[in-house]
């Protein structure tokens, strides 16, 4: 009996050593054997260790306990992941190289953290980001920064940023722009692509010439133009006169009621005499061939270059318009610019008149003081020049406001002025020019021009 008392209590220490050894042996089985469906035994895999961002950190995949040796599908070689790279997930301790999940072994496209479901593009820590980015991009702390926890876990994978951090953002929100699909690459120190996109969005186009002179106290049509209103400026020897290149252009608005000649005269200056003057009238006829369209113009130099013309000038008279207008005399002829395009060549009907012979005088803007008909419409943008533009500057420059400083411009009235002014700025920037301000005349002060916001802008863009 002593014998078998000893027997007993040797079996008595000896079999809970036994039990144990057995089991830290089923416990090492229960290791090496991974699901290839994404779930381990919770011996093997860290919870916690194997979430990664879908924006791209492989926080080194799945994690091994440190001792009891790695997963075989995912969780193997020191935890590292390629189920995490571009999006596709991590694997959370040895889970399914599909994406896998933290504890519960269940695989998702995108990969979840602790059952934090990541939206095409990754979260950190269970949170979810907006397909396509928001103007945050995907989120700020992405992927998780600390990888797979264990022993043999490597931390390279997924960058600390996951998704972009301010990808999307700009003048508009770019589709893809702070997308974490393209975030972080495992294994690479988490490089991220993601949310690169972002344009900044586009610039509009700025218009220029917000306010104009409008001439509205006189009449339209057949209307008499008692009103006189107009502006009066003296370029003294600055005016072209004679012979002399010049060029004329301006902006008007012009109405379906204005296009009836010699009635509603734009500008003059010059004398009585043969070719003695210049200006702008509207033509008397319509288009030919047509019995609608009224639109056609009369540039007149007191006799010889005269031109009532029925051309078709590209624009109608059915609708109130901007219409830009260049007149330029280049010694031999006058030509007539519509909106940039040549539609008018004006040459002598006259035997034994090739020249002008402009007289001095002052320049009026929106009447005729001869016979007292005038413009009813706006004006902006009055330029005199003292050389003849070139078809090419003309088409190139006839939407865009002018420096100042250009050669050959000796006034420049924009009528971009403020209301109650009762002049008008000549914005000639040249050295040594001698300003000719445009005075605002009218039978009355009441009936003066003014300057005014119009309703159908000026087109007329920045540079």
Known sequence: MPNARRIQSSLTHALPCLLLSAFAACSSSGNTTASTGGSSATGGNSATGGNSASG???????????????????????????????????????????????????????GSAKGGATGAGGSASGGTVAPGGSASGGNATGGSASGGSGSGATNSGGSASGGSAAGG??????????????????????????????????TGTATCGTRVLSLSANGTGKDPDTADSHVEADLKTDLPIGNALRTIEFWAFIKTTDWVGDKNEIFYYGTTGSAASLGMDF???????????????????????????????????????????????????????????????????????????????????????????????YLAEFRVWNVARAAADILANYKKPAVGNETGLVAYWKFDDAAGATTAADSVTTADHVAHPGVLKADTTAHDPTFITPATPLPLVCP
């Open 56 to 110: 791209g950190n492989s926080a080194s995949g799945g994690n091994s306990s440190s001792s009891s040796g790695p997963s075989t599908s995912g969780g193997s070689t020191g935890g590292t992941n390629s189920g995490g790279a571009n999006g596709s997930g991590g694997i959370a301790g040895g889970a399914s190289a599909a994406g896998g999940a933290a504890t519960a072994g269940a695989s998702s496209a995108g």
């Open 169 to 202: 953002a700009g003048g508009k929100t770019s589709a893809t722009g702070g997308s974490t699909g393209q975030g972080g690459t495992s294994g690479t120190g988490g490089t991220n692509s993601g949310g690169a996109n972002g344009s900044g969005g586009t």
């Open 283 to 377: 033509g008397t006829y319509n288009v030919t061939g047509s019995t609608t369209n009224h639109a056609t113009l009369d540039p007149f130099t007191g006799g010889a270059f005269n031109d009532d013309s029925k051309l078709d000038l590209g624009i109608t008279s059915t609708s109130d318009q901007w219409v830009h207008i260049a007149m330029v005399w280049h010694g031999t002829s006058l030509l007539t610019y519509v909106n940039g395009a040549l539609k008018l060549t004006s040459k002598s009907t006259m035997t034994g008149v090739t020249a002008l012979a402009t007289g001095q005088s002052v320049l009026s803007i929106g009447c005729n003081p001869t016979n007292s008909t005038c413009f009813n419409g």
